[in-house]
């Protein structure tokens, strides 16, 4: 060496850290740049970070881009990012189709915003708990129904205070068919109008997958079931589902029926899902008092009413909103747990008629706004 330098040594040194969940590591590399003079060989250091992470993850789900049919439903892939606080990540076993996601793809509800995934039902088991979450952990078997909308997914984050506890007697299809509808009849019967012996009702499209429920449970509860249908097969149903009256609406005027069964008293409460061809028919139907419950329109939405076409009977008219109902965690819960509990007593029982690949949700969609389904829906994600 020349007069005056200084011989320097380097050193590299690479350390990983490591995350929970599977996060790929992040490496830290440290460059040291040592004088062999010094007593401490450390002069100076340069770090530099590089993350060797794979690419996000990636996974399987529908999305809506506009407004339409059911060929607006596309497959594609999407980022599935991690839980945060709160959150839990599922990955879905089997997912329940529900006209409410019709009225979402056609615009009758709005979405938050575009693009988004459909979807308000599903059964899955934990993959993913957010920092800090209690009370939830990997591998729990859960349900979820209502908000955040995305269950067409094969797998989806939602705030665990969404979940329930799913029991281990009840199977996974039946249990992602029946949480929204289910929980949907316990509101109607239990909460918006609270059935009971010796009452009257009427159960429009009463072989789909909630008036089925209705009827069995109105029956339970020791109520005069009538109900309407489309077709003689739908009405066989309705029957065995404790229909005690089946009206065939598409063969005769439903309200005249209704009028001569009940020898012209009407009936307490009608749950109508069906909307602008039933509304003003069912409001004739009613009795003194009574109540028109209109929690759906398959068919387009009600024509409007003058608040004053009440007055004569002194009707109630409301439309309910599960996600009012099910407000608070407690509500929730005891919703589930009463539902759950009917299945396993044998008080309801579920009909898993119809069950599609997820990749073939516009199928599954076209065939429900066809009316060629009875009882539930069940999508299945790809592999």
């Known amino acids: 060496m020349t007069s005056g330098s200084i011989a320097f040594a380097f050193k590299l040194s690479v350390t990983a850290h490591h995350f929970p969940t599977g996060r790929a590591p992040l490496h830290s590399l440290k460059f040291q740049c040592l004088p062999k003079s ?32 059911p060929e607006v439903l596309k497959w594609e892939d999407v980022e599935i990012g991690e839980p945060k606080e709160g959150e839990i990540r599922v990955k879905n076993k089997a ?48 349900g979820y ?24 007697s009840i199977d996974y299809s039946v249990a992602a068919s029946v949480l929204l509808k289910g929980m949907t009849a316990h509101m109607l019967l239990r909460r918006v109008f609270k059935v009971e012996a010796g009452h009257t009702i009427l159960v429009h499209a009463a072989a789909g997958g909630v008036g089925s429920l209705l009827c069995q449970w109105g029956k339970a509860l020791g109520a005069t079931v009538i109900g309407t249908v489309s077709t003689e ?19 005769e005027d439903f309200a005249a029926k209704v009028n001569e069964i009940t020898e012209g008293k009407g009936v307490d409460v009608v749950y109508d899902s069906i909307g602008k061809d039933t509304f003003k028919g069912s409001l004739s139907t009613l009795k003194s008092r009574g109540y028109m419950v209109s ?10 009413l003058p608040v004053s076409e009440l007055a004569s009977k002194s009707l109630f008219l409301t439309r309910p909103s599960l996600m009012a109902y099910n407000a608070t965690r407690d509500e929730l819960l005891q919703a589930a747990g009463e539902l759950f509990a009917n299945i396993a007593s044998g008080i309801l029982k579920v009909r898993v008629n119809h069950t599609y690949p997820l990749s073939e949700a516009a199928r599954a969609h076209a065939d429900l706004e066809a009316r060629k389904t009875s009882g539930s829906i069940v999508l299945i994600p790809d592999n």
């Open 233 to 251: 097969q739908k009405a066989a149903q309705a029957i065995e589902d404790g229909c005690d009256h089946v009206i065939i609406s598409t063969k």
């Open 295 to 304: 929690f759906g329109q398959s068919s387009g939405l009600p024509d409007p």
């Open 145 to 168: 129904a209502g908000r955040p909308m995305g269950s067409y997914s094969q797998e989806h984050i939602l705030p665990a205070s969404a979940a329930v506890p799913v029991p281990p």
């Open 95 to 142: 997912i329940g189709v529900n006209f409410i996601d019709v009225y979402f793809r056609k615009g009758v509800y709005k979405a938050a915003a575009f693009p988004f995934t459909p979807g308000m039902e599903a059964v899955g088991v934990v993959t993913a708990v957010g920092p800090g979450l209690t009370g939830r952990q990997v591998g729990d078997v859960v």
């Open 38 to 69: 010094s007593p401490s060989r450390s002069l100076f250091s340069i770090r530099a970070s590089f993350s060797s992470s794979s690419a996000p993850a990636m996974v399987k789900a529908i999305r809506v881009y506009e407004l339409g049919g």
